[in-house]
């Protein structure tokens, strides 16, 4: 299984941005539901925002609606998550899933990376 690996993280101030992005091992190419998700210490895994890769086709947690977007870049083989407006609660380990299934009213990612850490200072 070849890994996806994520990169792009760090540290930034309230309402700053960053872009995070995932190498994506050939899954943007295949008809999947790739997406990102982060984990605190403390808190479960939580789904944040999903891609079809087929069609583009995007859907986000409430926390992140409008300040986070999901893309991805066929041509490089990237999944990428804009972040702005970045707050304190935003911090946490971000990462990559391919292969993401619907279950009840979230979602669970099939393939994983090692994940990124974000942390956001006020």
């Known amino acids: 299984q070849v890994p996806l690996v994520e990169s792009g993280g760090g540290s930034v101030q309230t309402g700053g941005s960053l872009r995070l992005s995932c190498a994506a091992s050939?899954?943007?190419?295949?008809?999947?539901?790739m997406g990102w998700f982060r984990q605190t210490p403390d808190n479960e895994r939580e789904w944040i925002a999903i891609?079809?890769?087929?069609?583009?086709?995007?859907y986000y947690a409430d926390s992140v609606e409008g300040r986070f977007t999901i893309s991805q870049d066929r041509v490089n083989d990237t999944l990428n998550l804009q972040m702005n407006d970045l707050k304190p609660e935003d911090a946490a380990m971000y990462y990559c899933a391919a292969e993401c299934v619907r279950r009840d009213k979230s979602w669970v990612g099939g393939y994983w990376g090692q994940g990124t850490q974000v942390t956001v200072s006020s």
């Open positions: 891609i079809w890769s087929g069609s583009d086709a995007t």
């Open positions: 050939g899954y943007t190419t295949k008809r999947n539901y």
